[in-house]
């Protein structure tokens, strides 16, 4: 791997798992060749590579894994900084440049296609094989653990450094401008900043204005580094008359979420907890609740009909709210370390990726948990 600050550094042992998680894969599907062609699983294959140039733009390279081995189509403008930066030795030795023109996808499906014309074995693409793909990249390595728990820091550490700034007197934008500079200092892609001053705090999506923040505000980050994704809710300002309640809400969603459990019944017990907590039966339905992180913000979006099962050393962000009240952070769901330091809670399993001892927190249920920060 590059020696640069970038890389991930990840180890062969780490790439031989998900090789053989993939491979396992393509025999179950009956398949010579899968193409992987998304920002989430060429990241995780890679060992956390930053695979975009826009952040809102495809990928610039594909890969295109076989029994004789993986081959890398890599944008012909990219190759030269992606092997610098990004690809360790083995990765490197197999790409083939595509003229930055072409679609690396396609280049990389049509080649495979081509070789496997044919053969009892074809080619099979990522469409065909998000429910495994999703499963392959759920239980994280060690190793992926690892740098989880340090994004986690980090991001929370922005959150506490940019709150310790602001005054009812600060525009949303200029918060969310503080938000967006610090990740971007610590190598975090910012690819999600949301802020609600008081006159905004009903909106569960409110992308930043010129408004004050005025008495109470919400700040929500999602962080990416090494291809992995931090979220994180927190309140500045004045407490929320719902604020200790919202909480109660996500410890039923945390109760929920253990190894083995089908995803739609964790979700449909946590959705319980509204009413359980004294809100009404119904508010789950007005924003999502988020569910499995990773590579992909939501991996997936959970709801009564996501029969995924949660794994150990998954991570999770379930994000309940009501209006004026929400709660959020990166947890991962029984595996090592769970239970163990600040951020865990021992009877739950769970471990708090995104916690900063310096923010203000209640414990409930063994776990600590946010409460609003007050202005400086």
């Not at 065909?128 to 980090?154: C, D, F, H, M, T």
């Not at 990773?294 to 009564?304: H, I, N, W």
């Not at 991570?315 to 929400?326: L, Q, R, T, V």
């Not at 330091?341 to 021992?346: F, I, L, S, V, Y």
Request: glycine content about 12%; aromatic content about 4%.
């Amino acid at each position: 791997m590059s020696a640069n600050a970038s890389a991930t550094g990840a180890t062969e042992p780490e790439r031989e798992v998900k090789r053989r998680r993939l491979a396992a894969i393509r025999q179950a599907a009956g398949a010579g060749d899968v193409v992987l062609t998304s920002h989430e699983a060429l990241s995780w294959y890679l060992g956390g590579v930053r695979t975009h140039v826009s952040l809102a733009g495809p990928p610039v390279l594909a890969v295109r894994a076989s029994d004789a081995g993986d081959t890398l189509f890599v944008a012909a403008n990219e190759v030269d900084r992606l092997i610098a930066e990004e690809l360790d030795a083995g990765d490197a030795a197999r790409v083939v440049a595509v003229p930055w023109q072409n679609s690396v996808a396609s280049a990389a499906r049509e080649a495979a296609a081509s070789e496997t014309a044919g053969r009892a074995r074809g080619v099979v693409g990522e469409g065909e094989l998000a429910s495994q793909l999703r499963a392959a990249r759920a239980e994280l390595v060690p190793e992926e653990v690892g740098r989880y728990r340090a994004l986690g820091r980090a991001v929370a550490e922005v959150l506490t450094d940019v709150a310790a700034e602001l005054t009812p007197a600060t525009r949303e934008c200029d918060a969310a401008a503080a938000a967006a500079r610090g990740l971007v200092a610590r190598g975090i892609d910012p690819l999600v900043v949301l802020v609600a001053g008081q006159s905004r705090r009903p909106h569960r999506h409110p992308l930043p204005t010129d408004a004050p923040l005025g008495a109470r505000s919400m700040l929500v980050v999602c962080g990416r580094r090494h291809g992995l994704i931090a979220n994180a809710t927190r309140w500045v300002g004045a407490a929320g008359a719902d604020d200790e309640r919202i909480l109660e809400v996500e410890a039923a969603f945390f109760g929920a979420t253990l190894p083995g459990a089908r995803l739609d019944d964790v979700f449909r017990a946590g959705c319980r907890g509204y009413a359980d907590a004294g809100f009404a039966s119904d508010e789950w339905t007005r924003h999502h609740q988020g569910g499995p992180t990773g590579y992909v913000g939501r991996d997936p979006r959970a709801t009564g009909q996501t029969r995924d099962l949660v794994r150990r050393n998954q991570a999770f962000a379930w994000n309940p709210s009501a209006p004026g009240a929400k709660v959020e952070d990166t947890v991962i769901v029984g595996g090592a370390g769970a239970g163990a330091g600040a951020g865990a809670g021992a009877g739950a399993g769970l471990e708090v990726l995104t916690v900063d001892p310096r923010w203000p927190a209640v414990t409930v249920g063994g776990i600590a948990r946010p409460l609003a920060r007050a202005f400086s």
